[in-house]
């Protein structure tokens, strides 16, 4: 009750909200005809006292599907349809405040029960052993995994799940049911999260993992964000047009659907197909189910020779054309045997192994499960250890990937009057980091010192790739050197990079930093040695005292 006591204010809040809205259009919808305002009130007089909530023969569900996920839909939506049923489900009622009403709610309290009755969880028999979970944790176990579903939902929490309290809770419309087979698209979310910032509603607040979410898609539909805005306009103007109670309850269950398939930040997401799966799928190629009416075609990718027979029609020439094109790309791969792949494989895990720390003890404690980051301080050092020399042999990502060893190859390039070459592709990775107002400037720098006519630092870059940047420098962005940087990296790892190992710059601090640790050790023993001597002759001139004495 005191959850429900809390929810009634909010209530109170939206009730004077659409009041407000409701004057502002009924002054704005004046001129309307006397004819659509008797049909509006004719609708809202023969709504039923169970707004939208019907059986499960509303929902588009294909009989002959056998599928698992089907035939745990049909299950569960056969225990949702008895418990709305008017006689012997859960009663379903309109909870009234001092200003306000909500409309359609059970109690998470009602759901339990119901539960525990009618799907015969009942308390064990004393002949028998106990069960694993009390009665009530039972029921509210199967209540939660049917919720998870979003079949119910509270109306004051995105997280589903049930609770054996006065929570309230509604029922979701069957349009909206998981055995619908929806596939809502990124553009779907889109549209529904902008108009629900288009509705000064309490209720209708976006969350903060909401807010994050439409920023982040409203930067990758920047170029069709006009779309969208205008596809949610037109929903909203539609939605107030409608009864003022109707609309509260789609809203939830609008929003009650979302928490299904784009859940919050922590929870499970239960529409997500296994990958085994997907792939025993009757119809990959089935058109997608937009829910706002906005179907997209699969996107799916097949080659031309493993196409299902029942979708392939009469070849034309541009059909063959392709599948000969696709098979000469397939006796062009690289195969190699499983063997050579696992030897590899076993040979990379086993090159890096004495690096990390989970599996080989270091002489420092390890910063992951201690508050002591020597290790790290150590690594970031500018004075590498032999270790980190060494890595600097596994590849030249290891080698430029630390700031030593980047700087010493640097120097190694140097001394060959190539040096542009690495500090081209270094150019590139700070233009890659910087803030978008600068891009712009340091993308035509980096072509004025490296690639324009007559540039102080020129690389060599071929062909292909200087047409490709030169065409990506009219809307400059942080990847428009992408080939160029590429082509640098595989000339610098095919030829300098190998010559760098073999060079004396890179034997000779391998040599340094082997030769330090020998000469400590045999300092060490010889240390060692000389006091076991000094304490030897200690003992017999202290016995030969005694003795005398």
């Known amino acids: 009750m005191a959850e429900a006591q809390q929810q009634q204010p909010e209530e109170e809040e939206e009730e004077e909200e659409e009041e407000e809205e409701e004057q502002q259009q009924s002054s704005a919808e004046v001129t309307e005809t006397d004819e659509g305002s008797e049909e509006l009130k004719e609708s809202v007089h023969t709504a039923t006292t169970r707004p939208l909530l019907s059986t499960r023969s509303m929902s588009i569900v294909d009989p002959d599907d056998d599928s698992p996920n089907m035939i745990v839909y049909r299950k569960i939506e056969d225990v949702v349809t008895l418990i709305q049923d008017e006689t012997e489900g859960v009663p379903i ?120 979410n439409l920023a982040r898609l409203q930067r990758a539909f920047a170029r069709k964000w006009e779309f969208i805005y205008m596809q949610a306009e037109a929903q909203v103007k539609i939605d107030r047009k409608k009864d003022k109670t109707e609309r509260k309850i789609l809203d939830s269950q609008e929003r009650a659907f979302w928490d299904v398939h784009r859940p919050v930040p922590g929870c499970v997401n239960t529409t997500e197909m296994d990958i085994r799966k997907c792939r025993r799928m009757k119809n990959p190629h089935r058109v997608k189910k937009s829910v706002y009416g ?139 980091r910087m803030p978008q107002q600068e891009v712009a400037q340091r993308a035509q720098d980096i072509w004025a010192e490296f690639l324009a006519e007559g540039a102080p630092s020129s690389i060599n870059l071929d062909s292909h790739s200087y047409e490709r940047t030169n065409q990506n420098l009219k809307d400059p962005g942080r990847y428009s050197y992408e080939d160029a940087q590429d082509h640098i990296y595989k000339l610098m790892k095919s030829d300098s990079y190998a010559r760098f190992l073999r060079s004396n710059v890179y034997q000779d601090l391998l040599k340094k930093k082997v030769n330090p640790d020998t000469e400590q050790g045999r300092r060490t023993s010889l240390e060692k040695f000389t006091r076991s001597v000094g304490k030897s002759l200690a003992s017999k001139r202290l016995t030969g005292l005694m003795q005398s004495s």
């Not at 308390?123 to 579903?149: K, N």
């Not at 087979?181 to 509705?199: F, G, H, S, V």
């Open 294 to 432: 906005l179907a997209e075609e699969s996107t799916q990718s097949q080659s031309p020779v493993h196409t299902p027979l029942q979708l392939c029609r009469k070849g034309t020439k541009e059909d063959v054309k392709k599948e000969i094109l696709f098979l000469n790309t397939q006796l062009d791969r690289h195969c190699m045997k499983m063997s050579k792949v696992s030897e590899s494989l076993i040979s990379y895990t086993e090159q890096y192994m004495d690096y990390d720390p989970f599996v080989t003890g270091q002489e420092l404690p390890n910063p992951w499960t201690s508050d002591d980051p020597s290790f790290w301080d150590l690594e970031a050092s500018k004075d590498p250890s032999l270790q980190r020399v060494k890595k600097w042999g596994f590849s030249l990502e290891e080698a430029l990937k630390d700031s030593a060893g980047q700087e010493l190859f640097l120097k190694f390039l140097e001394s060959e009057f190539s040096s542009e070459n690495l500090r081209f592709w270094l150019a590139v990775q700070g233009l890659k």
């Open 93 to 212: 009622r309109t909870v009234k405040s001092f200003m306000s009403k909500i409309p359609s709610v059970v109690t998470g309290t009602d759901i339990v029960q119901w539960l525990m009755k009618n799907l015969s969880i009942e308390d064990p028999d004393p002949q028998f052993p106990p069960r694993s979970l009390p009665v009530t944790a039972e029921a509210m176990h199967v209540g939660s995994l049917i919720a998870a579903q979003g079949y119910f939902f509270p109306i004051s929490d995105h997280v589903l799940s049930l609770k054996d309290d006065g929570t309230f809770y509604r029922f979701q419309a069957p349009y909206f049911w998981p055995s619908n087979r929806w596939e809502p698209e990124n553009t779907d979310y889109a549209i529904y999260l902008c108009k629900r910032t288009m509705q000064n509603k309490t209720r209708l607040e976006l969350a903060d993992y909401e807010a994050e």
